[in-house]
């Protein structure tokens, strides 16, 4: 229980940014940060480090980083289960298998990531624009793909937390968030597997934009 409940401490303090992408971590440190021995910090470094969270480094770890080729393998994959986690959904909706209020609910989702993104609440959006893809996951049923879509948006998250900033596509997220619900709701699988992929892409291609300017921002400071 401890081993599990230090894993899970460990991982929000990575995808807060508390541990930033490319820290040095090590079991004294974070054994004290957490109030616990090193031995279920241990057992959390390995099962992190299984999920891509942490990577090797010298004789310690080290928080992931993906570059901008790695981030743009990552993002074609997320793109590949979220086109089949959309399409799954809608093929669930047209045999009736979604309840209204399971839809009702992912529509109040989108609304919330649209509030707080406008209103440049960063942090709360990407929490609230997370959570609107994974219940799309949840809703195809598919819990193999689920799984790795956490892990792949654990991954994403991390490295381009660093760039978060008051996003100059709003609108054109909340269309396409409103798309890919559309699609669903009218069960409409290959419509919705079209339009979550176009989405994942182009979320992609505004990352590297994001993440270049950061650089270049970095570099002139």
Sequence with gaps: MQTESTRRRLRELILDGHYPPGARLGEVEVAGTLGVSRTPVREAFRALTADGLLAASGRGLRVVRLDAAELAQVYRVRAALEALTAELAAERQRAGRLAPAELADLAA???????????????????????????????????????????????????????????????????????LLDAITAGAPETAAAAARRHVLDTCAADDSNDSDSDSSDNDA
Excluded: K, M, Y
């Design 109 to 179: 989702l989108a609304d919330r990531t649209h509030r707080a993104t406008a209103d440049g609440e960063l942090t709360e959006g990407v929490r609230l624009n997370r959570a609107f893809h994974r219940r799309i996951a949840e809703l195809a049923a598919n819990p193999v793909a689920l799984h790795a879509l956490d892990r792949l948006w654990d991954q994403i998250q991390v490295s381009t937390l660093r760039s978060l900033r008051a996003p100059a596509r709003t609108g054109l997220v909340d269309a396409q968030h409103r798309t």
